[in-house]
């Protein structure tokens, strides 16, 4: 039985790092306490044009994994359109759920189909679909005719409802000029603090549904 013991406890433990390791739907990872350990799968919906952050979406729903580059490769080598499963800590980050440090991950697959943003007005922007693809139609702009800044909230309009939107430093969209025009508008759902904010990557995000306003 001493031989057989420390046998059984090895594959035990085997066991228990293998089940540590397969992937929870996303929806159930959100349920979780700050602090756990959890691993998910999902396509990634951004590249470094949002910086050192990487949203994962599946069908239940979104989840972004942050690593500082001096910490690991995961922001350099995980692209948009990327399957990955990630293992990290929950945290929260000015309200915002992320896993942040990550302890794993790996790249399933390449070059997937992005999940087709939720259309939601506004007010409909909550702690539901944060993490997750979404889209505001017939919206306007503030600032409409002036140039894309960094580090800048704008505010999305429709109708008598608002929402913020967040170009980065360093965002593809600064030096571009926002359009005076009926918009539809992409982006990922995110929270600062006590606001959500839409997250555009690119010019692609923001389609001009008319020309110039009346």
């Given at each position: 039985?001493?031989?057989?013991?420390?046998?059984?406890?090895?594959?035990?433990?085997?066991?228990?790092?293998?089940?540590?390791?397969?992937?929870?739907?996303?929806?159930?990872?959100?349920?979780?306490?700050?602090?756990?350990?959890?691993?998910?799968?999902?396509?990634?919906?951004?590249?470094?044009?949002?910086?050192?952050?990487?949203?994962?979406?599946?069908?239940?729903?979104?989840?972004?994994?942050?690593?500082?580059?001096?910490?690991?490769?995961?922001?350099?080598?995980?692209?948009?359109?990327?399957?990955?499963?990630?293992?990290?800590k929950l945290k929260d980050f000015n309200k915002l759920l992320e896993l942040d440090p990550l302890t794993s991950y790996s790249i399933i697959s390449t070059g997937a189909v992005l999940p087709?943003?939720?259309?939601?007005?506004?007010?409909?922007?909550?702690?539901?679909?944060?993490?997750q693809l979404v889209q505001f139609e017939n919206c306007t702009m503030s600032n409409a005719g002036e140039l894309f800044k960094g580090n800048t909230t704008y505010t999305i309009t429709q109708?008598?409802?608002?929402?913020?939107?967040?170009?980065?430093?360093?965002?593809?969209?600064?030096?571009?000029?926002?359009?005076?025009?009926?918009?539809?508008?992409?982006?990922?759902?995110?929270?600062?603090?006590?606001?959500?904010?839409?997250?555009?990557?690119?010019?692609?995000?923001?389609?001009?549904?008319?020309?110039?306003?009346?």
């Amino acid at each position: 039985m001493k031989k057989v013991l420390p046998f059984l406890f090895a594959i035990v433990g085997i066991v228990f790092s293998m089940n540590a390791q397969t992937p929870i739907d996303i929806a159930a990872a959100r349920l979780q306490d700050t602090g756990t350990v959890v691993t998910i799968q999902g396509v990634v919906t951004n590249g470094s044009e949002l910086g050192n952050i990487r949203y994962i979406q599946d069908p239940t729903g979104g989840l972004p994994a942050f690593q500082n580059p001096t910490a690991g490769d995961f922001v350099s080598k995980v692209k948009r359109g990327d399957v990955v499963k990630v293992t990290g800590k929950l945290k929260d980050f000015n309200k915002l759920l992320e896993l942040d440090p990550l302890t794993s991950y790996s790249i399933i697959s390449t070059g997937a189909v992005l999940p087709t943003p939720k259309t939601l007005t506004p007010f409909q922007m909550t702690e539901t679909y944060e993490g997750q693809l979404v889209q505001f139609e017939n919206c306007t702009m503030s600032n409409a005719g002036e140039l894309f800044k960094g580090n800048t909230t704008y505010t999305i309009t429709q109708g008598t409802q608002t929402c913020a939107l967040f170009v980065r430093t360093g965002h593809p969209l600064v030096g571009k000029t926002i359009p005076a025009a009926n918009l539809k508008i992409v982006g990922i759902a995110s929270q600062f603090k006590d606001a959500y904010q839409l997250l555009p990557r690119d010019e692609n995000d923001i389609i001009v549904l008319s020309s110039f306003l009346s």
